[in-house]
């Protein structure tokens, strides 16, 4: 079962966090889109998570969308805890104000969302949060998104039709 169900590729995206001048990034790829009207999207965090603690506070998180050629940021924001690790800092990464939200967004990813906690739902071991869209640019139109599929980096290709 484990098996079949780690053939499903998933996106990978960095949740930003912002809480009284935390800012954090945790890597995530149970990320979706769940209606058009209004425009949301679901993300599925532990609760012994740090940004589960900051979204809880803030109400707000960011997408950020990774390009492919971002897979060692991913590695990095998902195998440090940022109650330990200043991630920003030590990637080096470039932020911008969020626009409609207080969380910073990221410079060099593919797009970011801005969304603002509309709902959320235990769901066994994490925690759903959907979120409205409020705001969102693409930063990077001409990258291929990073996907993960069977626990390994890859890249969204084109099908032939």
């Not at 109650?83 to 626009?99: E, I, S, W």
């Not at 060099?108 to 769901?123: I, S």
């Amino acid at each position: 079962m484990k098996t079949a169900l780690r053939q499903l590729p998933w996106p990978v995206t960095l949740i930003g966090s912002f809480h009284e001048g935390r800012h954090n990034l945790m890597t995530a790829s149970w990320v979706s889109q769940v209606s058009f009207k209004p425009l949301l999207v679901m993300v599925s965090i532990a609760p012994e998570r740090f940004t589960y603690e900051l979204v809880s506070a803030s109400g707000e998180f960011v997408v950020s969308i990774l390009a492919a050629d971002q897979a060692e940021i991913a590695q990095f924001c998902g195998s440090r805890s940022g109650r330990d690790v200043d991630k920003v800092r030590a990637l080096g990464l470039k932020t911008l104000p969020g626009k409609t939200v207080k969380v910073p967004l990221l410079e060099d990813c593919l797009a970011n969302l801005e969304c603002r906690v509309a709902a959320t739902h235990p769901a066994g071991d994490h925690v759903i949060f959907i979120g409205e869209v409020v705001g969102g640019e693409v930063q990077r139109p001409e990258a291929e998104p990073l996907v993960v599929r069977d626990w390994k980096w890859g890249r969204y290709v084109k099908a032939e039709a």
